[in-house]
């Protein structure tokens, strides 16, 4: 795999897309770029998702992960099959009973004003932080194999991915988005099960043989039972559906996609085929990162000093080119939905709960129109800077830092919805900005603390329950006494 073979391949993927983008986006008006004029088929809505659930997190990070923490992220995966039933049900319909386009104005009409720029905040800082991270992974990748080689600088090589992002979601938005989405999950879902097959034929083993040696090998642990333990199987379980709740079901992003479908009905299929295929799917990824450890100790193969490489090394320099070629276009189509959603889904939030370009009878079509543009740009920058930071700080394995995140700037949504859903009681309103600082904070020194505090307890991913938690407790004290809701 030579960087021009590989540069080629980027090129030509791009320009498909952009076919797809002409297609989509010629008549977009401002309702299909936020929530595609309601008609997007719920098939290729639930198909899509599967690439943009997964990106790039999924496809560098899961495999390695195999070699620390075997196969114990299923139970993460189970709790969010019970995660996406939950949004289907209780979610979904409130959504589509308000005919909301950004979800967080849910917030403003339950407590307020404060309320709801708030949820919007976290929102756009969560997704600022999870998009750049997810973005950084695989860029990176393509920074060493392509463009290192011709001593291009790493900034130079992400403004150039995020033009093209930028170009083809300018005008269309959510309604190129779902077509584009069915373009990344094919080619990605094709590099998983290509490479599996790759290696099984490379080392000349059936794939009955190879699964009889992934659990002789001890990879497929899937339970850990010492509740100490940050993999204690009862934790993964509920952060995982918790996890979902917050980052789909409470995430602009996401649930712009399933907003976008004819009504509540096709909304409710679409999540629910989803889910069931994305259990599957995180399957083969896990056992994917085992066969990729076997195929390391078969081939002598050093490990990579970050575990998130190893995926990558092994495709493009041991398994021939036309693996290479078959990574290199599964990882493209995982880059491109960590920004193309969250570029749309963060422009949408800002024009709608930040400007009010929705509810503003004063601006022409046109002038709404150059504003959502200016706003679409001005995030590509943000994205940008922050891309570049982080990978001047990179230190660890990116999921784990997506979801330690997660736990820290979704939380406060968490509380602020579940107290909304499950009480009747009013807050005062100008007290929610300073609940949603001190819960994120709070939750931190708990988990830092956790060890002397709580007998030797190591809190995981269940951090997000935790900082929820806290939040519903901080509303709950800054209750009204005038009584609850009507």
Same mark, same amino acid.
């Given at each position: 795999?030579?960087?021009?073979?590989?540069?080629?391949? +980027? #090129?030509?993927?791009?320009?498909?897309?952009?076919?797809?983008?002409?297609?989509?986006?010629?008549?977009?008006?401002?309702?299909?770029?936020?929530?595609?004029?309601?008609?997007?088929?719920?098939?290729?809505?639930?198909?899509?998702?599967?690439?943009?659930? #997964?990106?790039?997190?999924?496809?560098?990070?899961?495999?390695?992960?195999?070699?620390?923490?075997?196969?114990?992220?299923?139970?993460?995966?189970?709790?969010?099959?019970?995660?996406?039933?939950?949004?289907?049900?209780?979610?979904?319909?409130?959504?589509?009973? /308000?005919?909301?386009?950004?979800?967080?104005?849910?917030?403003?009409?339950?407590?307020?004003?404060?309320?709801?720029?708030?949820?919007?905040?976290?929102?756009?800082?969560?997704?600022?932080?999870?998009?750049?991270?997810?973005?950084?992974?695989?860029?990176?990748?393509?920074?060493?194999?392509? +463009?290192?080689?011709?001593?291009?600088?790493?900034? +130079?090589?992400?403004?150039?991915?995020?033009?093209?992002?930028?170009?083809?979601?300018?005008?269309?938005?959510?309604?190129?988005?779902?077509?584009?989405?069915?373009?990344?999950?094919?080619?990605?879902?094709?590099?998983?099960?290509?490479?599996?097959?790759?290696?099984?034929?490379?080392?000349?083993?059936?794939?009955?043989?190879?699964?009889?040696?992934?659990?002789?090998?001890?990879?497929?642990?899937?339970?850990?039972?010492?509740?100490?333990?940050?993999?204690?199987?009862?934790?993964?379980?509920?952060?995982?559906?918790?996890?979902?709740?917050?980052?789909?079901?409470?995430?602009?992003?996401?649930?712009?996609?399933?907003?976008?479908?004819?009504?509540?009905?096709?909304?409710?299929?679409?999540?629910?085929?989803?889910?069931?295929?994305?259990?599957?799917?995180?399957?083969?990824?896990?056992?994917?990162?085992?066969?990729?450890?076997?195929?390391?100790?078969?081939?002598?193969?050093?490990?990579?000093?970050?575990?998130?490489?190893?995926?990558?090394?092994?495709?493009?320099?041991?398994?021939?080119?036309?693996?290479?070629?078959?990574?290199?276009?599964?990882?493209?189509?995982?880059?491109?939905?960590?920004?193309?959603?969250?570029?749309?889904?963060?422009?949408?939030?800002?024009?709608?709960?930040?400007?009010? /370009?929705?509810?503003?009878?004063?601006?022409?079509?046109?002038?709404?129109?150059?504003?959502?543009?200016?706003?679409?740009?001005?995030?590509?920058?943000?994205?940008?800077?922050?891309?570049?930071i982080f990978r001047a700080i990179n230190d660890r394995a990116v999921i784990d830092k997506l979801f330690t995140v997660a736990g820290y700037t979704y939380g406060p949504l968490l509380g602020l919805y579940a107290f909304g859903l499950f009480t009747k009681l009013k807050v005062r309103d100008h007290w929610v900005p300073v609940i949603a600082v001190i819960s994120p904070i709070l939750a931190y020194i708990i988990s830092e603390n956790s060890v002397f505090l709580f007998n030797g307890y190591k809190f995981g991913f269940e951090l997000l329950i935790v900082n929820g938690l806290i939040t519903y407790i901080g509303l709950w004290l800054a209750r009204k006494k005038d009584g609850n809701l009507s």
């Amino acid at each position: 795999m030579t960087p021009q073979l590989i540069l080629f391949s +980027f #090129l030509a993927y791009t320009l498909l897309l952009f076919v797809i983008t002409w297609i989509t986006a010629r008549k977009a008006d401002n309702q299909a770029f936020y929530i595609g004029n309601k008609t997007s088929p719920w098939y290729v809505v639930a198909y899509g998702m599967i690439g943009a659930s #997964l990106s790039g997190v999924t496809f560098m990070s899961v495999p390695g992960w195999v070699k620390d923490t075997q196969f114990t992220y299923m139970m993460v995966v189970f709790g969010y099959f019970v995660g996406y039933i939950i949004i289907a049900n209780v979610l979904m319909p409130m959504y589509y009973r /308000l005919n909301l386009t950004s979800i967080y104005t849910y917030l403003e009409q339950r407590f307020g004003f404060w309320s709801y720029k708030t949820g919007a905040f976290f929102f756009i800082l969560s997704r600022v932080i999870g998009a750049s991270f997810r973005m950084f992974l695989v860029v990176n990748v393509l920074q060493i194999f392509i +463009f290192d080689a011709w001593n291009i600088p790493f900034g +130079f090589t992400v403004s150039m991915f995020i033009l093209l992002i930028l170009l083809y979601t300018f005008k269309g938005g959510i309604k190129t988005i779902i077509w584009t989405d069915t373009l990344q999950t094919t080619f990605m879902l094709g590099a998983l099960v290509l490479t599996i097959v790759f290696i099984l034929k490379d080392l000349d083993i059936g794939f009955g043989d190879m699964v009889h040696r992934v659990l002789q090998a001890d990879y497929s642990r899937v339970i850990v039972t010492d509740w100490t333990d940050k993999r204690y199987f009862i934790k993964q379980f509920f952060s995982g559906m918790f996890i979902t709740i917050v980052m789909t079901g409470l995430d602009q992003e996401m649930m712009q996609k399933n907003l976008s479908c004819r009504n509540l009905k096709d909304a409710k299929k679409n999540m629910i085929s989803f889910s069931m295929v994305l259990v599957f799917v995180n399957m083969l990824f896990l056992f994917l990162g085992a066969i990729l450890l076997i195929y390391a100790n078969t081939r002598g193969i050093t490990m990579p000093e970050r575990t998130d490489d190893l995926f990558s090394i092994i495709s493009i320099k041991f398994l021939g080119p036309l693996a290479g070629l078959v990574f290199v276009f599964g990882l493209i189509s995982a880059a491109y939905p960590s920004a193309d959603g969250a570029l749309t889904s963060l422009t949408t939030s800002f024009c709608i709960d930040f400007l009010g /370009l929705d509810k503003n009878k004063k601006l022409s079509e046109k002038q709404k129109t150059n504003s959502r543009y200016f706003v679409h740009i001005g995030f590509a920058i943000l994205l940008l800077i922050v891309i570049v930071i982080f990978r001047a700080i990179n230190d660890r394995a990116v999921i784990d830092k997506l979801f330690t995140v997660a736990g820290y700037t979704y939380g406060p949504l968490l509380g602020l919805y579940a107290f909304g859903l499950f009480t009747k009681l009013k807050v005062r309103d100008h007290w929610v900005p300073v609940i949603a600082v001190i819960s994120p904070i709070l939750a931190y020194i708990i988990s830092e603390n956790s060890v002397f505090l709580f007998n030797g307890y190591k809190f995981g991913f269940e951090l997000l329950i935790v900082n929820g938690l806290i939040t519903y407790i901080g509303l709950w004290l800054a209750r009204k006494k005038d009584g609850n809701l009507s």
